[in-house]
């Protein structure tokens, strides 16, 4: 079936046509001219539709209304039309990234939230904080604090603020402080019933000895002048105690201080509890000033050969106890008498011979 078309053309001008549409194509049956006003569109719209009306009895034309003006057939040049796509704007070059700095923030965040949640946050001195945790990190001086602290990414401060901190850690009773929050803590874990006390000397590069840094026994085989610190902990090594004393001061005069200190802060006289130490820490007057104070101990001593009333039992049943185990021994009345014989299973006591269980 034939039709009237209308197509604007690339000059803005309207070309009349006469089609058909063959499977969904359009077929150019006449071409009737192209109109540029519209009178012009008038005179090949009439043309066009002779030329229908002589093949067929009704005109299909290809819009309901018939156009007879320019303005009414679409101009598809006034049509947005989608644009190209624009040439990526170029990106500048970065250089590849480098690594400014690294610090082991972790590890400080951690170290400050156990401070603080063990209470110690009572003295209220961040850089007595950071002093703390940089011994704990990397035990060294005041001088060089500042460069573990700033390993861990933490705020550091100079020389001088710190010297004026640690100034007011006496005026501040900084240790009470502290100490109180210790024996808190213990008393809640349940570890003050058994108290172990030792103690250690620390040493200073120092020429010249003076009120404190003296000269001393070493530990370390030292000649340099130094401090004895002693150290109570409760069961589970958590420090309750602490004391410094004079560079040359005995070892054994100053569990008993430590102690009294102890008892005395935390009001714990009459207190049943005991007291470990090695054999060169309770000598005989210590031992005798704990139990004044109402103390058990327990006298720690390395042996380096068994006794002569176990040698025969370890001798014929080895050296291996079970816990809460019960053996009889025979023990020589006098020092010079020799009465355990290890070539005899069973001794003779009096006459009966005394099998060892």
């Not at 604090?145 to 901190?165: C, F, K, N, P, Q």
């Not at 004393?245 to 102690?259: K, M």
Request: hydrophobic share 40%; proline share 5%; with cysteine.
């Amino acid at each position: 079936m034939a039709y009237v078309r209308k197509v604007r053309t690339t000059s803005g001008a309207v070309a009349v046509q006469v089609a058909r549409k063959d499977h969904g194509q359009v077929v150019i049956l006449a071409h009737l001219g192209s109109a540029h006003t519209d009178a012009e569109l008038g005179i090949l719209l009439e043309q066009a539709r002779e030329m229908v009306a002589g093949g067929q009895a009704a005109l299909d034309f290809e819009v309901a209304a018939r156009a007879q003006s320019m303005a009414d057939v679409p101009d598809f040049r006034a049509q947005t039309l989608i644009a190209e796509p624009a040439e990526p704007a170029v990106a500048p070059v970065v250089p590849p990234g480098r690594t400014m700095g690294a610090s082991s923030r972790l590890l400080y965040d951690t170290l400050v939230h156990v401070y603080d949640w063990l209470g110690f946050d009572v003295v209220a001195d961040p850089v007595f904080r950071d002093l703390v945790i940089a011994r704990i990190v990397e035990p060294t001086s005041k001088a060089d604090a500042e460069r573990v602290l700033a390993d861990l990414g933490a705020t550091t401060v100079s020389y001088r603020t710190i010297a004026r901190h640690l100034d007011q850690a006496g005026p501040g009773k900084y240790r009470d402080a502290i100490a109180a929050k210790c024996f808190d803590y213990s008393s809640d874990c349940g570890g003050l019933s058994l108290l172990l006390y030792d103690v250690t000397t620390l040493y200073f590069e120092a020429e010249a000895e003076d009120e404190l840094r003296k000269v001393g026994f070493s530990k370390e085989r030292r000649v340099d002048p130094q401090i004895v610190v002693g150290l109570l902990v409760d069961r589970t090594g958590f420090p309750l105690e602490v004391g410094c004393f004079e560079g040359n001061t005995a070892e054994t005069t100053t569990i008993v201080p430590i102690i009294t200190s102890f008892l005395e802060r935390h009001n714990l006289a009459g207190t049943p509890m005991v007291v470990a130490a090695d054999a060169g820490m309770l000598s005989g007057s210590n031992l005798k000033a704990l139990d004044e104070l109402e103390l058990s101990f327990i006298v720690g001593s390395r042996v380096t050969k068994a006794p002569g009333d176990l040698e025969s039992h370890f001798h014929w049943n080895g050296d291996v106890f079970t816990d809460g185990q019960v053996i009889d021994t025979v023990t020589p009345r006098h020092g010079n008498t020799k009465v355990n014989n290890t070539k005899l299973r069973a001794e003779p006591v009096s006459g009966h011979v005394i099998p060892q269980v």
